[in-house]
């Protein structure tokens, strides 16, 4: 086994010190974005006990008045990227169309969607489990135009 030169030691106490250093500032300023250096929060919090679990769904309304669901197999577009994006459909509902869009791609012969919306579900939980009630709460809601 060879040693390392002087010039080899100080390429890899570099590059740890660099590690440790971007690791030390994602701690105290990241984010998700920043992971793996930053935290990755999803996993380092937790909701209390008591608290109400959200469980996310899309539907759609056809001009025959049926409701619709709007999962990955209807639209090919996945729950968790809608979840992902909530923030930027509540502020522009309009991105919804995107979503009939797909559903009309997937779906020509179906009739056409008047209404699409994102559903939470809030179910009830009491000491750390379900309690089987829940409330239904509309979070966004696009509707065709003419």
């Known amino acids: 086994?060879?040693?390392?030169?002087?010039?080899?030691?100080?390429?890899?106490?570099?590059?740890?010190l660099l590690g440790l250093a971007l690791l030390l500032l994602g701690t105290v300023r990241g984010g998700?974005?920043?992971?793996?250096?930053?935290?990755f929060r999803m996993y380092s919090t937790s909701d209390p006990p008591d608290a109400p679990a959200p469980d996310t769904r899309?539907?759609?309304?056809?001009?025959?008045?049926?409701?619709?669901?709007?999962?990955?197999?209807?639209?090919?577009?996945?729950?968790?990227?809608i979840e992902?994006?909530?923030a930027r459909y509540a502020a522009d509902p309009?991105?919804?169309?995107?979503?009939?869009?797909?559903?009309?791609?997937?779906?020509?012969?179906?009739?056409?969607?008047?209404?699409?919306?994102?559903?939470?579900?809030?179910?009830?939980?009491?000491g750390g489990r379900p309690t089987g009630g829940w409330t239904d709460r509309t979070a966004v809601r696009w509707e065709a135009t003419g």
């Open 1 to 16: 086994m060879e040693t390392l030169t002087a010039r080899g030691r100080a390429v890899r106490l570099a590059a740890t």
């Open 32 to 39: 998700d974005d920043d992971f793996p250096f930053g935290p």
């Open 58 to 81: 899309i539907e759609g309304v056809d001009r025959t008045g049926a409701v619709v669901s709007l999962g990955q197999d209807a639209t090919g577009i996945r729950r968790a990227e």
């Open 84 to 86: 992902g994006q909530q």
């Open 94 to 126: 309009s991105l919804l169309r995107t979503v009939a869009e797909a559903y009309a791609d997937r779906h020509p012969a179906a009739p056409a969607l008047v209404e699409v919306r994102i559903v939470v579900r809030w179910h009830d939980i009491q």
